[in-house]
């Protein structure tokens, strides 16, 4: 698969666990935030967003929090599987341009 | 199916040459989207589109072109002025009033050598 998680912070936890993945954000004026999902050699799959006007979110096993304060966002995930095990990504968008701003990236491994 | 498609999965090419890598779309999306990811790094915006016949460079276009004569392709051709060619090229495409929702295509892994 591809190397993209080279060099990347990596949250290593057990089936089962939550895991709490964290992303800083850098534009104040960014009135969307996304978390994708990028398993080895794939594209990024959207997982869940958030407008600037919620703190907090919910999906399926997933709560996505944001913190305008401290320009900080985090994707919780439940119950973790080893289908989990990928690459995390947080992106920032404003409306008003119509490009993202993609973090760095976590790396999730899942233990069973 | 309704999806993004590039081609070819993985490409191999010599340095001085220049290659077109492939990115179809059939969500009906009006723009479109082309990414670099390098190991451990985030997405890098190439280029970008939301009209056919108009396109707007992202962060990192040099060395790079793109056409969009039709709503539903947006190739994109890596120049033999682009100094480190070799990277995972990701394309992604999304409404106009959702460029927060946007879908990506499985990607090609470019190796020039």
């Known amino acids: 698969g591809e190397s993209v998680g080279l060099h990347l912070p990596t949250l290593s936890v057990q089936e089962g666990d939550n895991s709490i993945i964290n992303c800083a954000y850098s534009?104040?004026?960014?009135?969307?935030f996304i978390w994708y999902k990028q398993e080895s050699g794939k594209g990024p799959q959207f997982i869940i967003d958030i407008r600037s006007n919620m703190d907090k979110r919910q999906g399926q096993r997933v709560t996505v929090l944001l913190n305008k304060t401290v320009k900080h966002l985090s994707l919780q995930i439940a119950a973790t599987q080893p289908g989990d095990s990928a690459v995390y990504f947080c992106a920032e968008n404003n409306s008003g341009y119509s490009t993202l701003t993609f973090g760095k990236g976590t790396m999730l491994l899942v233990s069973p | 199916d309704g999806g993004i498609t590039q081609s070819p999965k993985y490409l191999f090419r010599k340095e001085g040459q220049n290659v077109t890598l492939s990115c179809e779309q059939n969500l009906n999306h009006d723009a479109m989207y082309w990414y670099r990811q390098d190991p451990g790094q985030g997405l890098r915006l190439i280029y970008y589109?939301?009209?056919?016949?108009?396109?707007q460079k992202g962060d990192i276009a040099e060395g790079y072109s793109v056409s969009r004569e039709k709503k539903e392709s947006f190739p994109l051709t890596v120049t033999s002025a682009q100094k480190n060619p070799t990277a995972f090229y990701l394309c992604?495409?999304?409404?106009?009033?959702?460029?927060?929702?946007?879908?990506f295509g499985p990607g090609t892994r470019l190796t020039v050598t």
């Open positions: 589109s939301q009209i056919v016949n108009d396109f």
């Open positions: 534009n104040s004026a960014s009135d969307y």
């Open positions: 992604a495409s999304s409404n106009l009033q959702g460029a927060h929702e946007q879908y």
